[in-house]
């Protein structure tokens, strides 16, 4: 350790005894290596704060070094294995590991939930088996989150929360509510596969919403506000003028609840519908219109 | 290491570690019914030695930080098991998840 001594623990030359130990407590207190796991830079800070804590910390050894007797390095202490060392060693033995501080990862139910809930322990008693099942749910109540009851074979009922923006197929997991462990073990987990019914308008693409909007001609030549259906209730959309067959629009967060929070996206793709029956009139009108017949939307296509 | 072996290595008293064992500080380790120590619980004495002696932390506060620093080592280790994995998948695979946290974050 070449550094000064009082400098590392940020004292002056004649601090008393009183100082260089509060000093060093607040050093400690920030730098500790088992406060810090894996900040190799606050473990490093720390140990020169130690070293330079156990030769001023000495009333005589601090007068020696002071006269230039000894010198800074006099002082090194030896190496310390400290406690993160032990809990960090892959396959050590997790008797003080606790995982209850992701108990609410586990709580939207995913194939993940069990891995970040799993106590370290073994466990003594085998669990219970899981159970399956399985229910529909509608498209709403899918991506809004819903409150259900399921009925079991046995004909007790069970409350299900549907998590906001559950896909299809995503299976619920109500911890304890499997059977009953053997020998006084844990329940297993009742695991119920949610299937979510299409819905007319409405598809889900990841966390966006998709839906195809039918407009009249005269909205895709002269554009205006329309009423658009979300998942969260109908919202106006202005429509700009001249909007073809294909053309998407977004509203933004109006797609389904991300799990982090936020939410995706609504994308409107409209769709050009004439008149039903034909109109004399527009006929008239597409057969005088000479600008018509130059557009050739097939360009592209070499015709 | 049985019990004087673990106070003798880290010169404490004997009721000093009854009350770390009723707090549930250190908990000895079972084999073939007895208790023991093992080099661990030292490293985690001398944890709560260095919060009590050198930082003056009281026991309420040892309790608080002990219960943290174990949440800590819990996350930490889970957090490295889920990278390994990670690391373990294609690289596409790899990738979609770091887009994934980036926009998360």
Redesign the interface.
């Given at each position: 350790m070449a550094n000064d001594p009082y400098e590392t623990l940020g004292v002056a030359k004649n601090a008393t005894q009183k100082e260089i130990q509060s000093a060093y407590r607040k050093l400690a207190k920030k730098l500790h290596p088992d406060l810090n796991p894996g900040d190799k830079n606050a473990e490093d800070r720390f140990k020169e704060a130690s070293a330079a804590y156990a030769l001023l910390g000495d009333e005589e050894k601090r007068a020696r070094f002071d006269k230039g007797e000894i010198d800074a390095t006099g002082a090194e202490q030896a190496a310390r294995n400290y406690y993160k060392e032990y809990a960090a060693t892959p396959g050590a033995d997790t008797r003080y590991q606790s995982t209850s501080g992701f108990s609410d990862f586990g709580e939207a139910d995913d194939i993940f939930s069990s891995f970040f809930s799993r106590r370290g322990h073994g466990q003594t008693h085998a669990r219970g088996r899981d159970l399956h099942f399985a229910m529909e749910v509608d498209f709403l109540e899918a991506v809004n989150g819903a409150k259900k009851q399921i009925t079991l074979p046995d004909r007790t009922t069970l409350d299900l929360q549907i998590p906001p923006g559950t896909q299809d197929g995503q299976p619920l997991r109500l911890r304890g509510k499997g059977e009953p462990g053997p020998g006084g073990g844990p329940a297993g987990d009742a695991l119920i596969e949610v299937h979510v019914r299409p819905h007319p308008i409405f598809t889900r693409d990841g966390d966006d919403i998709r839906i195809e909007m039918p407009i009249s001609l005269r909205e895709a030549i002269l554009g205006g506000k329309v009423l658009v259906p979300t998942i969260s209730g109908n919202v106006t959309l202005t429509l700009p003028p001249n909007s073809s067959t294909g053309k998407t629009l977004r509203l933004k967060g109006k797609g389904v609840t991300k799990r982090g929070g936020g939410s995706g996206d609504q994308y409107i793709t409209v769709k050009v519908i004439l008149p039903d029956p034909a109109d004399p009139d527009l006929a008239a009108f597409a057969t005088s219109w000479s600008a018509g017949e130059a557009q050739n939307p097939r360009r592209a296509w070499g015709g | 290491m049985r019990h004087s072996e673990f106070c003798e290595r880290l010169s404490i008293e004997h009721s000093t570690l009854s009350i770390w064992m009723e707090q549930g500080w250190v908990?000895p380790?079972k084999n073939d019914g007895r208790g023991e120590f093992?080099?661990?619980d030292v490293?985690?004495g001398?944890?709560i030695l260095?919060l009590s002696e050198?930082?003056?932390v009281n026991h309420e506060g040892i309790d608080v930080?002990m219960?943290l620093?174990?949440?800590?080592?819990?996350?930490?280790?889970?957090l490295?098991?889920?990278t390994d994995a990670i690391r373990d998948q294609d690289e596409q695979v790899q990738r979609q998840i770091l887009q994934s946290l980036e926009r998360?974050s």
């Open positions: - | 908990v380790a093992h080099d661990a490293a985690r001398l944890l260095d050198t930082m003056g930080i219960a620093v174990d949440q800590v080592h819990g996350l930490r280790s889970k490295q098991a889920l998360s």
